[in-house]
């Protein structure tokens, strides 16, 4: 689809400067636009990157400064207060009317006689639903989706191919689990009896809050009696492993490799930078951001930015970080400091020496002068 700048800026609903006669055929980012694109900056300082851009028109904030001289003359501008969202609607404008969405239940998807299945469901080939499972209006189950029995799964869900749902696991309305992810599975938790390792039973659940988006290869375990649960909005990029009990608070952002030991706690909007790992029965206040690669081995108060292994409050952190950056050109000159020590110490040692030889010898002259008959070679 080819459509005008004007055009564009009419749809959302954005303040158009410059020539809005100028055709877009597509939206790409700014260092893949050429001419006949449409590309976008999320602030002004990334205003230099349209100096060399060939795009012919731009989507920027609502300060952008057009005047600036590294702007090009014939750019033409859309301003909008939420430029990455505009984007996204004119590209997904510009690509033009999506393929209608397919429902149906394949003949070749296996779904339990007792599974309960609302309207406008897709249930696509090899996808298995469980005894006694239900599924909500408008849910899609791609190939290879495991349901297993009496999972409830709300409406308007998106489950990826080859995602596994043990048991009883419970999904609100349009969660998002990506490809290869498993829900409600044993938590890793044994006892020692008579030195061997024996399982606890997993008897509890998983509790999905609506809006939750999980990524491709996680893996979220249920509780040992009551329910491991996940708050709404809350977002879990891949490989992220969430153990059995854990309490995750409303619209987190769980980053990948993030590993979180059993019966944890997290308050709402925390933040897990990538491969950040909590101990078990940690618990996490509102609004704590965790650095990448953090480890946590206490409880954080909400508000908090912590960093490190241990994890400590962030600006302590960074001057850490500092110190450890500096050690070569301390060690360097430690090294100086100590070959300089070596060389007093050496002086001092000979200016000790010549003065224990002085001391000797003004002892056998004070001894002349006492007896001068004395033998003078002292014997």
Same mark, same amino acid.
């Given at each position: 689809?080819?459509?005008?700048?004007?055009?564009?800026?009419?749809?959302?609903?954005?303040?158009?400067?410059?020539?809005?006669?100028?055709?877009?055929?597509?939206?790409?980012?700014?260092?893949?636009?050429?001419?006949?694109?449409?590309?976008?900056?999320?602030?002004?300082?990334?205003?230099?990157?349209?100096?060399?851009?060939?795009?012919?028109?731009?989507?920027?904030?609502?300060?952008?400064?057009?005047?600036?001289?590294?702007?090009?003359?014939?750019?033409?501008?859309?301003?909008?207060?939420?430029?990455?969202?505009?984007?996204?609607?004119?590209?997904?404008?510009?690509?033009?009317?999506?393929?209608?969405?397919?429902?149906?239940?394949?003949?070749?998807?296996?779904?339990?006689?007792?599974?309960?299945?609302?309207?406008?469901?897709?249930?696509?080939?090899?996808?298995?639903?469980? /005894?006694?499972?239900? =599924? %909500?209006? !408008? +849910?899609?189950?791609?190939?290879? &989706?495991? *349901? #297993?029995?009496?999972?409830? $799964? @709300?409406?308007?869900?998106?489950?990826?191919?080859?995602?596994?749902?043990?048991?009883?696991?419970?999904?609100?309305?349009?969660?998002?689990?990506?490809?290869?992810?498993?829900?409600?599975?044993?938590?890793?938790?044994?006892?020692?009896?008579?030195?061997?390792?024996?399982?606890?039973?997993?008897?509890?659940?998983?509790?999905?809050?609506?809006?939750?988006?999980?990524?491709?290869?996680?893996?979220?375990?249920?509780?040992?009696? /009551?329910?491991?649960? =996940? %708050?709404? !909005? +809350?977002?879990?990029?891949?490989? &992220?492993? *969430? #153990?059995?009990?854990?309490? $995750? @608070?409303?619209?987190?952002?769980?980053?990948?490799?993030?590993?979180?030991?059993?019966?944890?706690?997290?308050?709402?909007?925390?933040?897990?930078?990538?491969?950040?790992?909590?101990?078990?029965?940690?618990?996490?206040?509102?609004?704590?951001?965790?650095?990448?690669?953090?480890?946590?081995?206490?409880?954080?108060?909400?508000?908090?930015?912590?960093?490190?292994?241990?994890?400590?409050?962030?600006?302590?952190?960074?001057?850490?970080?500092?110190?450890?950056?500096?050690?070569?050109?301390?060690?360097?000159?430690?090294?100086?400091?100590?070959?300089?020590?070596?060389?007093?110490?050496?002086?001092?040692?000979?200016?000790?020496?010549?003065?224990?030889?002085?001391?000797?010898?003004?002892?056998?002259?004070?001894?002349?002068?006492?007896?001068?008959?004395?033998?003078?070679?002292?014997?």
């Amino acid at each position: 689809m080819v459509a005008t700048v004007e055009q564009l800026a009419a749809l959302v609903r954005g303040r158009l400067v410059g020539d809005g006669s100028v055709s877009i055929r597509s939206a790409r980012p700014v260092a893949e636009a050429g001419p006949g694109d449409i590309t976008f900056i999320e602030s002004e300082r990334y205003a230099k990157l349209l100096r060399s851009s060939p795009a012919s028109a731009a989507i920027v904030g609502p300060h952008f400064n057009h005047n600036r001289p590294s702007i090009k003359d014939d750019l033409a501008v859309i301003e909008v207060d939420d430029p990455i969202s505009a984007f996204v609607a004119v590209r997904n404008h510009l690509s033009g009317e999506q393929k209608p969405r397919w429902t149906g239940i394949h003949p070749q998807a296996c779904v339990a006689a007792t599974a309960r299945i609302g309207t406008n469901v897709a249930v696509y080939p090899f996808v298995y639903v469980g /005894e006694n499972a239900e =599924i %909500g209006d !408008g +849910t899609t189950l791609f190939p290879g &989706v495991v *349901i #297993g029995e009496g999972c409830r $799964i @709300g409406k308007e869900c998106t489950i990826h191919p080859n995602a596994v749902l043990y048991p009883e696991v419970v999904l609100n309305d349009r969660v998002e689990i990506h490809a290869g992810t498993v829900l409600g599975g044993d938590g890793f938790g044994y006892r020692q009896v008579s030195g061997r390792h024996v399982k606890i039973p997993h008897t509890g659940g998983l509790e999905v809050g609506s809006d939750v988006e999980i990524g491709a290869n996680c893996a979220i375990d249920r509780a040992t009696f /009551e329910a491991t649960r =996940i %708050g709404e !909005g +809350t977002k879990i990029d891949n490989l &992220v492993m *969430i #153990g059995h009990n854990n309490q $995750i @608070g409303r619209h987190n952002l769980l980053c990948g490799q993030v590993g979180i030991a059993g019966s944890c706690t997290t308050g709402d909007n925390v933040v897990m930078a990538g491969q950040a790992g909590i101990k078990d029965k940690t618990q996490i206040g509102d609004g704590v951001i965790v650095g990448a690669q953090a480890g946590v081995h206490r409880n954080i108060p909400s508000g908090q930015q912590v960093l490190g292994s241990p994890a400590i409050p962030v600006r302590e952190q960074r001057r850490i970080f500092q110190m450890i950056a500096r050690l070569p050109e301390m060690h360097r000159q430690f090294r100086q400091l100590a070959a300089q020590l070596d060389v007093i110490t050496a002086a001092l040692s000979m200016q000790a020496e010549t003065d224990r030889a002085s001391a000797r010898v003004a002892d056998r002259e004070a001894d002349r002068e006492i007896d001068p008959q004395a033998d003078p070679t002292g014997f």
